[in-house]
């Protein structure tokens, strides 16, 4: 690829002050994802899970459930959840059952090793989740995940 000189670069439109904002969020949320991921990682492994491990199994925690809506409601892709759906069922954390709504498509469950894992996590994260919280306003928690699932709708609209 051939990089025109600077001058020749186009200019992108001055940012109102929403795009600023949004801007600011996206930036935000990145360094807080770092963050987040790097919690994850400790507490997942009060249950010797990975924090990519414990996303997948919590995607099945309530029900069993195709590894295609697994990523759907994670909102990582199909093949990651299968890679991780796969080490997940052969170390017995997790199982594949039959489908009745699709004959390829199994379901993964979890399994009671799989359970017993989220609540070794769960040992752990409620004291985490709940000093982390400390001093934060409720409401301001309210209107920021309510902005944040605002923010995911638009994009997964887009």
């Not at 690829?1 to 002050?17: A, G, Q, S, Y």
């Not at 469950?109 to 359970?115: D, F, I, M, P, S």
């Not at 985490?128 to 902005?147: H, M």
Request: aromatic share 6%; with cysteine.
């Amino acid at each position: 690829m051939t990089v025109p000189p600077r001058k020749d670069w186009p200019r992108p439109d001055p940012l109102p002050e929403g795009g600023v904002l949004v801007t600011d969020v996206i930036l935000a949320t990145f360094r807080l994802n770092a963050r987040l991921m790097e919690a994850a990682q400790d507490l997942a492994a009060h249950g010797g899970l990975t924090a990519a491990w414990w996303q997948v199994l919590g995607g099945v925690l309530d029900e069993p459930r195709s590894v295609a809506d697994v990523g759907r409601i994670m909102g990582v892709s199909r093949q990651g959840v299968q890679r991780i759906a796969d080490l997940l069922v052969e170390r017995g954390l997790a199982e594949y059952r039959p489908n009745p709504a699709h004959r390829r498509a199994k379901l993964l469950a979890c399994t009671e090793a799989g359970y017993w894992a989220i609540r070794q996590i769960s040992v752990a994260q409620h004291p985490f989740a709940d000093k982390l919280s400390a001093n934060i306003d409720l409401d301001e928690l309210r209107t920021t995940l309510a902005t944040m699932q605002t923010l995911i709708t638009r994009l997964e609209e887009a």
